[in-house]
């Protein structure tokens, strides 16, 4: 009788052990990444008063079972899943991911190294990124002079510091010219005083300057309708000014221009040009390349340079060290035009970069403006001058048994001799699955399930609190025989 009361006490601890499993994971249904728990009981050692006997062949007597009497019962263990992945929460917020995969995020807090559900990230003051959940930064690899990965220990990403803050300059090196000339458009009709159809092409050089070359295009005769002259009328800096002459004022601020004979290189052909006093740019008998036409039917057929496609604009041979050129010079490609009869009006818009991919586009110099985490892990800076750059990479860790994790709170763990070690390097998370950007793993506690265990529980508890006032009853009854 003694022991129905130790069997109830012991099934009033592990319902109430039970019962605060399922508080916390009620209190924990909103909580970013959480995995429910779920108590287990075992049977406890139990008391045998009688031994298990075989047949007894000689008196023909029957095996006997043994007689035990259990003795309540103990908690075996609370275990959580965390393999795989839960329930999706839309952010649509850039810095928030979600891993789809066996994996956690690796984090570090106090110095010490913890594994997390939760991507809820951010920069810190120092550009540090960090989980927003614990506060911990988030470890990943950083990138090496060449702008790859480098997938050596896992560390903090700064990811705003050093030369990550800006993004450097380069020089365009091509442009290209789309649209239509018309033949009827009277800016295009040749004429040797005629200024032709003025087009601007901009361009960035090696320190990030802006310039701007403004090209004419005129027929090259009278007796021709698709063969045009291309020429160049000037180039301007930064300033908005002529860099094609030398500009310097009077005692009164009136300018002068230096006319010391000058050369571009345009088209592969080395042109002179003088500049009067009145600031125009004099050509000596250039030999302008010529852009041609398919008189039939309007497609591009030419311009007369070593490709048939490119003309190169180059100011000098790229030996100064202020060079304003990229040092390679302006590569214009004139194969996207067309000449079509339209309404008399020709339309030409230089681009910068290739026609394909708009490679060799250059920009300025660019401040850091924000960032784009993609589903690999891999974090670009995206820059004031629409630049992107290639920051890092979030690692991750798998285990062999996640459930073997230690819960530490703050939505952490930290590995056991259960779960597997940590490298201290992680893995790629292509490896195991990828990244939801602008979404959150929910937590994955089913109030359905929680409360149908909560009633469970609740009656399992009344039922061991019965067998404690039963088994008093009974005691009772017995103390009472001595009336």
Known sequence: ?????????????????????????????????FRAGSANFTDVFYQTTQSASGPNTATGAAGTNAIQIGLGA????INVDLSGTGATQRTDRGMDIMINGDAFLIVQSNGNTY??????????????????TNGATVLGWSVDENGDVRKDIARPLNLMGGENAYSNPTATTQATMSGNIDREDPLVAYSEDGSGYITSVNFFDNLGNSYQAKLSIMKASDETD??????????????????????????????????????????????????DADGEIIF???????????????????VSSEDGQKLNLLLNDGSSTDNSFPLSGLDIDFSNLTMYATDGNSSVQPVRGDKLNHNGAGNEAGNLQGFSIQTDGKIYGVYSNGEKKLLGQIAVATFANPSGLEAVGDSMYAATMNSGDFDGIGIDISEVGKFSIGALEMSDVDLATEFVNMITTQRAFQANSRVITTSDSMLEELVNLKR
């Open 284 to 302: 000596d008998d250039a030999n302008w390349p010529t852009l041609t036409f398919n008189g039939s039917t309007g497609a591009f057929t030419s």
């Open 226 to 275: 698709s063969v045009y002259t291309v020429k160049v009328v000037d180039v301007l800096g930064p300033d908005g000014k002529s860099i094609l002459k030398k500009e310097t004022t009077d005692d009164n601020g009136n300018p002068i221009y230096e006319s010391t004979e000058q050369t571009i290189n345009f088209g592969g052909e080395d042109l002179s040009y003088n500049v």
């Open 1 to 33: 009788m003694m022991r129905s009361l130790y069997s109830g006490i012991s099934g009033l601890k592990v319902h109430q052990t039970k019962m605060d499993v399922i508080g916390n994971n009620i209190s924990n249904v909103s909580t970013i990444g």
């Open 115 to 132: 594994f997390t559900k939760s991507g809820l990230l951010d920069i810190d003051a120092n550009g540090t990124l960090y989980c927003m």
């Open 74 to 77: 103990n908690l075996s263990s």
